[in-house]
């Protein structure tokens, strides 16, 4: 798509209604771009202009594009055909020939060979490469956020339990993830791509620990084996069968030490370090805190 000579950049967030996404909506309304949002019909950012449609409906994404997009941030959900649904969605960009597409992966498609999320995520990298459009890709570890599932369980008292025996993570935070995607997609200059973790690689005891001190209770931490983690969690946490195979996955390469190294890409891209797992338990300390009972 040919560039205006004037007026604020046009970007299209795909998943821009969602955890990530939202945030880096109001990062790039606020650095100045003019910001479309494809979504189902979720609420978007003040500001954003909402365009209605499935990320997964490939009419949709044209449709969207149509409207005069000059950069586009591809985010999509964990989903069965997460691989498939991105390397269509690409196809769609390069026929529109946007200017700059900021995709966010995940650091489990850096490894090698990639594993869990990561081999959908490295499809679609895949894909991004064959397409020439000038990109940036975006891969996290594990988000502190998600920590915020096992708050129901902390609050009543309950330990953590993970298909995990050993291995230390690098959780980082939403925040930063989103931060540092708006980044890619404001500077919009091809790189190759950055592998985003928090500052420290922290064991799940370890993490159980820091949050029992920052909440003033004991948390405790116990293993789930992974044979009955992959059978059971489909029914105990309403996983889809296909995502708890995926998640064990993960941590099974988190026990071999796969989101241990603390990368530098962050801190370079960041101008700041990345924020700390203290940072993020003062900030959501209500969420975790004993019920009041
Ligand atoms: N969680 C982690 O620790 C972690 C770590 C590294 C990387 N990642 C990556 O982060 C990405 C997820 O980011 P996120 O948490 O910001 O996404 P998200 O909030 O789960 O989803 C983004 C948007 O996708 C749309 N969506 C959801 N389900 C859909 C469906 N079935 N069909 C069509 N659209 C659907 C929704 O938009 P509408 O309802 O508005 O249409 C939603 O707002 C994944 O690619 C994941 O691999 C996650």
């Known amino acids: 798509m040919a560039h205006r000579m004037t007026g604020p950049i046009r970007?299209?967030?795909?998943?821009?209604?969602?955890?990530?996404?939202?945030?880096?909506?109001?990062?790039?309304?606020?650095?100045g771009h003019a910001v479309s949002v494809l979504t189902r019909g979720a609420a978007v950012a003040p500001g954003a202009r909402a365009l209605t449609g499935a990320l997964s409906d490939r009419s949709a994404v044209r449709a969207a594009?149509?409207?005069?997009?000059?950069?586009?941030?591809?985010?999509?959900?964990?989903?069965?055909?997460?691989?498939?649904?991105?390397?269509?969605?690409?196809?769609?960009?390069?026929?529109?020939?946007?200017?700059?597409?900021?995709?966010?992966?995940?650091?489990?498609?850096?490894?090698?060979?990639?594993?869990?999320?990561?081999?959908?995520?490295?499809?679609?990298?895949?894909?991004?490469?064959?397409?020439g459009l000038p990109h940036a890709v975006l891969r996290p570890t594990f988000y502190q956020d998600s920590l915020l599932l096992f708050a129901g369980d902390i609050r009543r008292g309950k330990p953590m339990m993970l298909p995990v025996k050993s291995g230390r993570v690098a959780m980082v935070a939403a925040s930063d993830v989103a931060e540092a995607l708006a980044l890619l997609a404001h500077r919009a200059e091809p790189r190759s791509p950055v592998t985003l973790t928090g500052p420290a690689a922290l064991s799940f005891p370890d993490i159980a620990g820091m949050i029992g001190a920052a909440t003033g209770q004991r948390v405790g931490f116990r293993t789930v084996p992974a044979l009955l983690a992959?059978?059971?969690?489909?029914?105990?946490?309403?996983?889809?069968?296909?995502?708890?195979?995926?998640?064990?996955?993960?941590?099974?390469?988190?026990?071999?030490?796969?989101?241990?190294?603390?990368?530098?890409?962050?801190?370079?891209?960041?101008?700041?370090?990345?924020?700390?797992?203290?940072?993020?338990?003062?900030?959501?300390?209500?969420?975790?805190?004993?019920?009041?009972?």
């Open 230 to 293: 992959r059978l059971v969690l489909p029914l105990a946490a309403g996983l889809p069968f296909w995502k708890a195979q995926l998640v064990v996955d993960l941590f099974r390469a988190i026990e071999r030490g796969a989101q241990e190294p603390v990368s530098r890409d962050g801190p370079a891209l960041l101008g700041r370090p990345p924020a700390t797992l203290s940072d993020f338990l003062a900030a959501r300390h209500a969420d975790f805190a004993p019920d009041a009972s």
């Open 65 to 131: 594009l149509e409207t005069g997009i000059d950069r586009v941030v591809l985010i999509t959900p964990d989903m069965r055909d997460q691989g498939e649904v991105e390397t269509a969605i690409i196809a769609e960009l390069a026929a529109a020939k946007v200017g700059f597409v900021a995709k966010l992966s995940a650091q489990s498609a850096g490894l090698s060979p990639p594993v869990s999320f990561g081999r959908h995520h490295a499809v679609a990298e895949r894909a991004l490469v064959v397409s």
């Open 11 to 31: 970007t299209l967030v795909i998943g821009g209604s969602g955890q990530i996404g939202a945030r880096v909506t109001g990062r790039l309304l606020a650095m």
